[in-house]
């Protein structure tokens, strides 16, 4: 019962910004940790970003730090990444998740189940 939603993907220039939503249903998102992660065409899937249930702490991939946040709106059982002075080294499918243990990686997808269907982004001039 436990869905993620992932959303706000799109095509944009160089220098841009997007915020990608992840939409929770079937369970309460302030009871989670949620972690985005991406995958580039024959890349292995890497850590972005992730968030706490409880502290709001964050975590960023050095490659994304200043230019990407991660909140939370749990009023709207959603989490956001907001990316902004995108590259095209951005370009991937983006998908949020649950880690499945209580310490893990942000930067292991391994560590992390109950995955959405992900959201293209691409960064091209």
């Known amino acids: 019962q436990v869905q993620l939603v992932e959303s706000g993907g799109a095509l944009v220039q160089p220098g841009g910004s997007l915020r990608l939503s992840c939409a929770a249903s079937g369970f309460t998102l302030d009871n989670y940790d949620i972690g985005w992660f991406r995958q580039a065409p024959g890349k292995e899937r890497e850590g972005v970003s992730c968030i706490g249930r409880s502290d709001g702490s964050t975590y960023y991939a050095d490659s994304v730090k200043g230019r990407f946040t991660i909140s939370r709106d749990n009023a709207k059982n959603t989490v956001y990444l907001q990316m902004n002075s995108l590259k095209p080294e951005d370009t991937a499918v983006y998908y949020c998740?649950?880690?499945?243990?209580?310490?893990?990686?942000?930067?292991?997808?391994?560590?992390?189940?109950?995955w959405g269907q992900g959201t293209q982004v691409i960064v091209s001039s």
């Open positions: 998740a649950t880690p499945r243990r209580s310490f893990y990686s942000c930067n292991l997808w391994t560590d992390f189940d109950s």
